[in-house]
C-alpha cells in the first residue's frame, strides 16, 4: 500500500485528496491518504501533498505544531512532492510579495526558486487558462490569487510558462528532482500531476 500525506492544516486540502483518489482509481493503483497534522505521521509517508491556501498561515501553524524540521527534513531526503500554489510559496528558497510589498522570512527553502506572491494581483485578478506543461501535455490551469516564480536556479527547471497580457512570459511550474511546484490549482480541473505523485511514490 502506498501513503500519500497531505499537509492538512489550511487550504483546499479536501480537493487534493478527492484528485488523489481519483488518481488512484483511474491509474489503478492502490493508494492510502493520510492527513499530516502532526510531525509522527510524516513518518509512514511515501509522498506529499502541499496544497494551496494561505501560506503566512500554513507556515505560521506548521511551525506553532513543531513540524517544519522534519518537513523540511522529510523533502530535502527525496519524498515525491507535489506543491501548488501557497505549497510551492512555502517550499521556495527566497519569496516577495507583490501586494503587501513586505519581505518576507525564508520558509521551508527546499526549492531553488524564488516566488514573486500574489502576482496577478488580488481575488478578483484570479483567472483561468490553458497551459503547457512540459512531461504532462495541455492542462487546464486555475490560478487564485497565485505566486509566478521569478528565478530558477540548477537543480530546479522551468516546466511551463504563461503568456500573461500584464506581466508577459512568467514561469509557472517548475520541476526539481522530487519536487514539482505549480502556482495554479491542478486539483481543481486534472489528476495528471497527482498521478504523477503516486507514480514516484510506488517507485
Ligand atoms: N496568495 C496565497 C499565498 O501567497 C496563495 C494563494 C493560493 O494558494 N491559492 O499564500
Redesign the pocket.
Known amino acids: 500500500m502506498t501513503r500519500i500525506g497531505v499537509l492538512a492544516l489550511q ?1 483546499d486540502v479536501e480537493e487534493h485528496i478527492y484528485a488523489l483518489m481519483k488518481a488512484s482509481k483511474t491509474s489503478n493503483l492502490n493508494v492510502e491518504v493520510v492527513e499530516v497534522k502532526k510531525p509522527s505521521q510524516l513518518d509512514s509517508i511515501d509522498g506529499l501533498v502541499i496544497p ?5 498561515t500554513i507556515r505560521y501553524l506548521a511551525s506553532y505544531i513543531g513540524l517544519t524540521p522534519k518537513l523540511k527534513a522529510k523533502i530535502e531526503e527525496g519524498i515525491p512532492t507535489l506543491a ?4 510551492l ?1 512555502i517550499l521556495a528558497k527566497k519569496a516577495r ?1 507583490a501586494v503587501l510589498k513586505e519581505p518576507e522570512q525564508s520558509l521551508l527553502g527546499v526549492l531553488n526558486v524564488e516566488v514573486l ?2 502576482a496577478f494581483g488580488r481575488q478578483k485578478d484570479s483567472f483561468e487558462t490553458k497551459l503547457l506543461v512540459e512531461g504532462f501535455g495541455e492542462v487546464k490551469a486555475v490560478f ?4 509566478i516564480v521569478t528565478e530558477v536556479w540548477n537543480p530546479a527547471k522551468p516546466i511551463s510558462k504563461l503568456n500573461h497580457p500584464k506581466l508577459g512570459e512568467v514561469i509557472v511550474a517548475v520541476k526539481q528532482e522530487n519536487i514539482i511546484g505549480l502556482a495554479f ?1 491542478p486539483e481543481l480541473t486534472t489528476t495528471a500531476f497527482h498521478e504523477w505523485l503516486i507514480n514516484e511514490a510506488i517507485k
Open positions: 487550504g494551496g491556501g494561505e501560506s503566512t501548488t500554489c501557497a505549497g510559496v510579495d506572491r500574489n487564485i490569487r497565485a505566486p490549482h
